[in-house]
């Protein structure tokens, strides 16, 4: 399968891959991202979390700066397919990571001070930079600041039109797609009382003590 065979997929069948490919949220909660996307007929946007609010992680900001073919790829094949319109919702103080997504998708850009947008109004990619707030990294809340969108009592985004996905989440999407790629692996940052901060690439279910031993913090010397 690739990117280009996405228009012909049926809902299910684009679940399906998804499903099958073991993609999950990849923020913490770990939701089945095949959930999101078998509503695929009930929405028209999709929301780009790419919040990382966490102080120390830059996970997302690399995957969207060294992977930006890779997601304006998958972007247009969605928009051709999918969604009417894909807004990618980063920190303003983060811009520089993004310029090269934002370059090379040719996207519409709004600051804080212009939001929120009106997606119907828009078409193709959407850049709506936040301004530094750590709880707009939920995904209920960024889509109210960033669109208005009110999604309250037992509501999901994709129940007013929208899916959420976070950055990695959505790499792992592309894989699964394009590549027909499995999701073992993950990115994982280890910091704090440690001799150095490490960003790795690690496969799925790694031990802590693997991870803490090569930032230098040997289980044994906790």
Known sequence: ????????????????????????????????????????????????????????YYMDRWLGRERAGAFAALFEALLDSAVETVVVAPKLKDRDWTRPLEAVTDATVYLPEDLPIDADDESGVVFAYTEDRYKYGMESVLLNVVTGTVVGGDDLPMDHGWIVQNTETLWNVYRALDRGEPTTRTYVHVAGNVARHRFLDVPVGTPAADLLDAAGRPLGSL
């Open 1 to 56: 399968m690739s990117l280009a065979q996405l228009g012909r997929l049926s809902t299910p069948e684009f679940a399906t891959t998804i499903r099958d490919a073991g993609v999950a949220g990849a923020g913490g909660a770990g939701f089945p991202t095949h959930a999101k996307w078998r509503r695929l007929d009930d929405v028209d946007h999709l929301l780009v979390n790419h919040q990382e609010s966490e102080p120390t």
